[in-house]
């Protein structure tokens, strides 16, 4: 049985514990945040298409569309996450374009642009 015949409703569950490498967690709240950080920059295409963002818990939300599109989920995708705590308390912008306080196992220790990382 389909729930939404018209698509226009995406519940996303965020996985308890994914921890940023400076020790903050990725919750529902900091999700939005990195939205609406990417939404005016072009970095999430079909931003026009989410009507609402619903925090429902620390761990899921929901995206209330506009229309669906069958791009929507892969830009969903491509949209960093990054430590929202890193991000304000460093500089914003010029900092994170040099700077990753990502997830997972592997933590970059140094850039340099066009030359390496490490």
Known sequence: MVEDPDALTITIRLNEGVMFHDGTELTSAVAKWNYDLAAPTGKLQFADAIKEFEIVDDYTYVLHL??????????????????????????????ASTNLVGTGPYILEEFNRDQSLK
């Open 66 to 95: 506009n229309y669906w599109h069958n791009q929507l989920l892969q830009s969903l995708a491509w949209v960093p996450m990054f430590s929202q705590e890193a991000y304000e308390k460093n500089g914003g912008q010029d900092w």
